[in-house]
Antibody, heavy 118, light 111 residues
Framework: EVQLVESGGGLVQPGGSLRLSCAASGLTLSHYEMNWVRQRPGRGLEWVAY????????YYSNSVKGRFTISRDNANNLLFLQLNNLRVEDTATYYC???????????WGQGTLVNVSS | QSALTQPASVSGSLGQSITISCTGTSNDVGGYNYVSWYQHHPGKVPKLIIY???SRPSGVPDRFSASKSGNTASLTISELQAEDEADYYCSSYVSGSSPYVFGTGTQVTVL
């Protein structure tokens, strides 16, 4: 069974940092493009970041560009999102999502909650 | 990149059909056949129900169908069931340096 499991969320002060992880099982991560998507409280889904299967091509949403960094460790089937200079408005549940091509997200993790508050 | 526009809420009775619209621009919905739809029950994991405008992943009931005309995509749920009550989001490829955009989301209520 294909499974994605996020971890690393928590409470952090504005300006702080967190590193989110997404562990993949039941698949070979190196075969897939991967994304992070978030949902702020009471708001809709928002795409955050993309990495190609090799990690050579990366994109970010304008709202996180320059503050967040997506990376991957294909040897260990892991995806990461480094969150720096966090703002209150970054408070959200962060999901990792697998992309089998075609600009769609066919498998999602259960999400990890990031709470930015003083 | 601006979110695609969806109605905030749509409701329908058991057994009826409803349609949710998703309006973008020629740089996203209108320009590419990469519109997807997701069903999201609060507290659960989002689920892909439509991709490439009209295709259904295996296991998704054929009560869910979709189409596109110009800059607007549409999701139709036929024979509405209680378990269809959820939030629905469209998504599209968008040309530019941030290539993905979601819709604003639609809450579906089954009466």
């Amino acid at each position: 069974e294909v499974q994605l499991v996020e971890s690393g969320g928590g409470l952090v002060q504005p300006g702080g940092s967190l590193r989110l992880s997404c562990a993949a099982s039941g698949l070979t991560l190196s075969h897939y493009e991967m994304n992070w998507v978030r949902q702020r409280p009471g708001r809709g889904l928002e795409w955050v970041a993309y990495t190609s299967s090799t990690g050579r091509t990366i994109y970010y949403s304008n709202s996180v560009k320059g503050r967040f960094t997506i990376s991957r460790d294909n040897a260990n089937n892991l995806l990461f999102l480094q969150l720096n200079n966090l703002r209150v408005e970054d408070t959200a549940t962060y999901y990792c999502a697998k992309e089998p091509g075609g600009y769609r997200f066919d498998t999602w993790g259960q999400g990890t909650l990031v709470n930015v508050s003083s | 990149q601006s979110a695609l526009t969806q109605p905030a809420s749509v409701s329908g009775s058991l057994g009826q059909s409803i349609t949710i619209s998703c309006t973008g621009t020629s740089n996203d919905v209108g320009g590419y056949n990469y519109v997807s739809w997701y069903q999201h029950h609060p507290g659960k994991v989002p689920k892909l129900i439509i991709y490439s405008v009209t295709s259904r992943p295996s296991g998704v009931p054929d009560r869910f169908s979709a189409s596109k005309s110009g800059n607007t995509a549409s999701l139709t749920i036929s024979e509405l069931q209680a378990e269809d009550e959820a939030d629905y989001y469209c998504s599209s490829y968008v040309s530019g340096s941030s290539p993905y955009v979601f819709g604003t989301g639609t809450q579906v209520t089954v009466l």
